[in-house]
């Protein structure tokens, strides 16, 4: 029997012992279309797609494939591959009746997914890295080069300061950009996250189940207070696994599909396209790979004195409080290391996006970006939250460690390059656990990342290869995006 059959026996057993698993019946054939779609390497008009346009017009890569293949097809992505965000830093005061008008103006010139057809605004939208319009790599990097030092940045970024309560602007967090008509900007990135097993978190823990850890770290000593959003995303932004990767689709790819569209070029915001560019049959084989991918495993050391030494560092995972957050089992699912809960990271994470409860992730046709990347919108008679009134600008989930060996560079941005660099950037409810890892011996330290490093993705999965017959195109290296100064999008475009 197969490794799919065995999974599929396994979900018919679930579906029939309690509501909570969702059904999950697919043969191996549409799992291997699901598998060819998620590596072809998409091209703008592609044969593939002969109902839309193709690749793009805005995307961060070209294929799924490109940005989840670390460990294996499904895996996560290097820094390179970050999905790159552009926020507004609000400033306390900024909006009321006489300015609002112009102030969404503004951020619709600067890029029209800022403002949704109701009038409503986004702190902060996706900024994808790659374009099929060729004036785009020119305009993406003037807008992502950081600021230019000058009086009156110098005294933004003074103020900034002190709201933090920060010294030193080398610690600043934001990666501030272009200043546009008193509008500030700054730059946020998410690492790819690996997709396996990702069907069994879906699937195997209830709501109940999450919600059970929160209120026991209530009780917590070392200031450990979790709440739950989401199963899916740094910011726990999705609860849906298909819409989730639906909205990869369409977001990363510019793959629209029925329930989510891709996103407006800036430099062409009238465009939109009528159709779809996979068909739901297509959207249904893509989500059935990605639910058939594995989920990982610890591999111990064959030497005794190995396994003793990573057994060792497993104790100390948990007497130093890593466990509280990466609880290693969830309901069903074991050594998954994760409460799904988002934390208070630090100001070190400060993040230009807040996280906030996303209530709604059913499927509805058309759905836009910046709801699937998490950013929510907001009318202007709203709070516009600021640091010292909340903690959701340093808020993540708490991401599984299983296959964390084989899933490099670490933390939402990829800031991390070593298992170690990641456990000593932990801060806000973590620093407790930050600083008993501080004070442990070498020997100590080393057996808690030999453990870590037992945590491999799955042995079964392959590499990114073979892509659908026909189609051998590469990453379109004339349309590579690098970064630069000031200027909004279209008036970018226009002086060019």
């Known amino acids: 029997m197969t490794r799919l059959k065995l999974l599929l026996a396994l979900g018919a057993v679930l579906v029939t012992s309690s509501p909570l698993f969702a059904q999950f019946v697919v043969d191996d054939e549409t799992v291997a279309r699901g598998r060819e779609l998620f590596v072809h390497q ?11 346009d193709g690749l793009g017009p805005l995307y961060n890569a070209t294929s799924c494939a490109a940005c989840h293949s670390q460990g294996g097809v499904g895996g996560s992505g290097s820094e390179d591959h970050n999905a790159q965000m552009l926020a507004i830093v609000p400033e306390p ?7 609002i008008k112009s102030f969404l103006n503004r951020l619709k010139t600067m890029h029209p997914e800022f403002v949704d057809s109701e009038g409503r605004y986004y702190t902060g939208i996706l900024l994808h890295r790659y374009s099929t319009t060729p004036e785009y790599a020119e305009v993406h990097e003037k807008v992502t080069t950081p600021l230019d030092e000058t009086i009156a940045s110098r005294t933004r970024i003074r103020r900034m300061l002190n709201r933090r309560g920060i010294s030193e602007v080398s610690l600043l967090p934001l990666k501030l950009v272009i200043h546009d008509h008193d509008m500030q900007y700054a730059l946020a990135e998410r690492n790819p996250p690996q997709l396996f097993g990702t069907h069994l978190i879906a699937t195997m823990i209830s709501d109940a189940e999450i919600e059970a850890i929160a209120r026991q770290q209530m009780q917590s000593n070392n200031g450990v207070s979790g709440r739950f959003t989401g199963r899916f995303g740094w910011r726990g932004q999705l609860e849906d696994l298909d819409l989730f990767v639906k909205g990869a689709c369409a977001a990363e790819v510019g793959l629209q599909v029925q329930e989510m569209n891709q996103s407006k070029d800036p430099l062409k915001p009238d465009y939109q396209l009528k159709g779809t560019d996979l068909t739901a049959e297509q959207t249904n084989q893509l989500v ?5 991918l594995p989920r990982p495993e610890q591999v111990m050391p064959e030497d005794p004195n190995e396994r003793s030494y990573v057994n060792q560092g497993a ?3 948990d007497a130093i409080g890593c466990a509280e957050c990466h609880v290693r089992d969830v309901g069903q699912v074991e050594g998954v290391f994760s409460d799904f809960l988002l934390h208070d990271m630090g100001s070190e994470f400060e993040d230009p996006i807040p996280a906030k409860k996303v209530k709604a992730t059913e499927v509805t046709a058309g759905m836009t970006m910046p709801t699937y990347y998490g950013s929510e919108p907001i009318r202007y008679t709203e709070t516009f939250y600021t640091v010292e009134e909340q903690n959701h600008y340093k808020e993540y989930r708490t991401p599984p460690l299983w296959g964390v060996a084989d899933s490099a560079p670490y933390l939402h941005d990829g800031r991390a390059t070593t298992l170690r660099a990641a456990i000593e950037w932990h801060g806000g409810e973590a620093l407790a656990s930050t600083s008993n890892f501080a004070r442990l011996s070498e020997r100590e330290q080393v057996a808690i990342l030999k453990f870590l490093e037992t945590l491999k993705a799955p042995q079964v999965t392959e ?4 892509p659908i017959a026909g189609n051998e195109s590469s990453e379109p290296g004339d349309q590579k995006i690098s970064g630069i100064p000031s200027g909004t999008i279209k008036a970018v475009a226009v002086r060019k």
């Open 42 to 52: 998409w091209e703008p008009g592609d044969k593939l797609s002969p109902n839309g």
């Open 93 to 99: 005061g900024q909006l009321n009746k006489r300015t």
């Open 288 to 292: 059935a790979f990605v639910r058939s």
């Open 315 to 317: 104790v100390l995972f």
């Open 463 to 466: 590499e990114a290869t073979n």
